[in-house]
């Protein structure tokens, strides 16, 4: 089982909709929690952290469900620029300080006019 | 203010050469590390680093080889090419304190082995 698991997409979606993103991670001691955003042939770039009580930045909302091992992204509103891999990223050892970035294999989003 | 910086962008080599990817980064960061990414597999870590002088393996070390003898950078090197490694490689960075979770990534090097 990856450390990190995503449904690769693609997602193809109108502009306008709404559109969630799940993710599961594979170990429990695990305490910090990420989403990237890769567009095609560019490096990743941090969109936003998730914090356990969930949290929300403009049109975007990530959760977080310890229990369930659990994480995801929600984006309301699509735009065309939103087009772009998520990374859903996982802090590998449970440790703040020096722990290894796993990385999901990325899901696609394309929105459409 | 360049941040994290790769050379080169592109480099094609032949089955058995050996050559190193640059990496430098300018934020006084201690922890580096080098990812490789392929279609359907995500970023895989390769080598990382917590401190000059200090590397460890990461998730596919087998044909590289790192080396940290200053903050600022971090090589990779590609001992003896091969096709399986043929793939886009990141090197990134991050910080201490409120900026430690946050990777900063060069832009990446593309690399072929024919």
């Known amino acids: 089982r990856k450390e990190v698991e995503q449904d690769p997409g693609p997602f193809n979606v109108p502009e306008g909709a709404t559109v969630a993103f799940n993710c599961t991670y594979s170990n429990s001691a695990s305490q910090s929690f990420f989403w990237y955003r890769q567009d095609c042939r560019k490096e990743p770039k941090l969109l936003m952290s998730v914090y356990s009580s969930g949290n929300e930045d403009g049109r975007f909302t990530a959760q977080l469900n310890r229990a369930s091992q659990y994480i995801s992204l929600l984006i309301r509103d699509s735009k065309l620029s939103d087009s772009a891999t998520y990374l859903c990223?996982?802090?590998?050892?449970?440790?703040?300080?020096?722990?290894?970035?796993?990385f999901g294999q990325g899901t696609t989003l394309q929105v459409k006019p | 203010n360049a941040g994290v910086t790769q050379t080169p962008k592109f480099q094609v080599l032949k089955t058995g050469q050996s050559m190193t990817l640059q990496c430098a980064q300018d934020m006084n960061h201690e922890y580096m590390s080098w990812y490789r990414q392929d279609p359907g597999m995500g970023l895989r870590l390769i080598h990382y680093s917590v401190g000059a002088g200090i590397t460890d393996q990461g998730e596919v070390p087998n044909g590289y080889n790192v080396s940290r003898s200053t903050t600022e950078d971090f090589p990779l090197r590609l001992l003896s090419a091969a096709p399986s490694q043929t793939s886009v490689y990141f090197c990134?960075?991050?910080?201490?304190?409120?900026?430690?979770?946050?990777?900063?990534f060069g832009a990446g090097t593309r690399l072929s082995v024919l």
């Open positions: 990134a960075s991050r910080g201490q304190g409120e900026a430690k979770n946050i990777q900063y």
């Open positions: 990223v996982v802090n590998g050892d449970g440790s703040g300080n020096t722990g290894k970035l796993i």
